[in-house]
């Protein structure tokens, strides 16, 4: 085999590596970072592409991620630009996804425990309005002993005259 090893995707192998360590708090890195739409400015010689684009601008991503943007040289007139390394941002993306993820199910429990507690207190109050249409049912029963009673002893009191 011949060429730069890191060229190809062999870069990744464990044993290439040293001080690793788990990559975290990606999403609030990324959310940082502002996505644009732009056009190039026409600057011959560069060969930039033409059109809308999409991406970032690399000093503002060289503040929160400065391993993945580099100083460039140009051939033409030796100006030094900067670029952005994208294909790094690839295990960066992957790590947000997965922070979302992780975000996301724990809402889904939330919510899963939420609904629980919402279908419980719902049947608490059918109990309760159950319970209140029982006693209201009762009171009325009772107001009918009442009004009957009043009219018995009321009887009761004009034939005792």
Not at 16 to 44: G, H, P, Q, V, W
Not at 63 to 69: A, C, D, E, S
Request: proline residues 2%; positive net charge.
């Amino acid at each position: 085999m011949n060429g730069d090893l890191c060229s190809s995707t062999w870069c990744s192998d464990r044993r290439l590596k040293k001080n690793i360590s788990t990559y975290k708090n990606a999403l609030s890195k990324l959310k940082a970072l502002k996505t644009y739409t732009y056009d190039f400015i026409d600057k011959e010689k560069i060969h930039l592409p033409e059109g809308k684009q999409y991406g970032f601008i690399a000093q503002e991503v060289e503040k929160v991620f400065p391993n993945l943007v580099i100083d460039s040289l140009t051939h033409t007139d030796s100006t030094v630009y900067k670029g952005i390394e994208k294909e790094k941002f690839v295990p960066v993306l992957a790590q947000a996804i997965k922070e979302q993820q992780q975000i996301i199910e724990q809402q889904q429990e939330e919510n899963a425990t939420m609904k629980e507690q919402l279908q419980s207190q719902n049947q608490q109050i059918q109990s309760l309005k159950e319970s209140k249409q029982r006693q209201q049912q009762q009171i009325e029963a009772l107001q009918e002993a009442v009004q009957t009673l009043q009219q018995e002893s009321g009887m009761k009191a004009k034939t005792q005259r």
